[in-house]
């Protein structure tokens, strides 16, 4: 009788994590390879049709096996963000295989970007899972009120040096000295 395949006492949750990955990667590799070649070719579009079923298949069978896997602890949302790309890409091939049927290669060929751009974010998400490191969670956002003292001093120096101007032109130095007390409140303004 032969025994089952086992870790050994040694292995860690993230060497098991890679053992598990190991052979999606081999297969996903040729998998996006091949729809890269269809993408970067609108002449090889006419013969995609046939294509694409297969491939969106291999898509679809590789983020089944990265549901099937449980993450390292730390490794949950590089995980999911793998799981999520691979879903994205799967439905973005489907579109392109609908787009060939229904529009034609034109048609097919101005979502194009769009596909590949779901290609792309599988191998971006592989290389996050494969560095250990998700996208770094971003700070709560606070809304900021705007603050009116800037604002505020700037129009009482405005109004300041209007006045001082004014004043002194006039020879009238009320209003001037309404001038000087505006600056000077300004600065008060500003610092508050």
Known sequence: MIGQVGYGAGTTERERYASALAGLWES????????DAVAADLSSFDAAA???????NRLH?????????EPPSGGERAHAELAIALQCARDATA???EALEVEGVSGAWRRVHEWRGALFNVRLARRRLEAGSAVPDLPDERVEQFDWRPAVAIMLVLAGTVAFTAGAVATLWPIWAVGLALVAASFLVFEL
Do not use: D, F, H, N
Not at 28 to 35: D, K
Not at 50 to 56: D, I
Not at 61 to 69: C, H, N, Q, S, T
């Open 28 to 35: 996903l590799s040729t998998t996006l390879a091949r729809l």
């Open 50 to 56: 046939e294509k694409l079923p297969v491939l969106q």
């Open 61 to 69: 069978w590789a983020g089944e096996l990265v549901a099937g896997i």
């Open 95 to 97: 579109e392109m295989r």
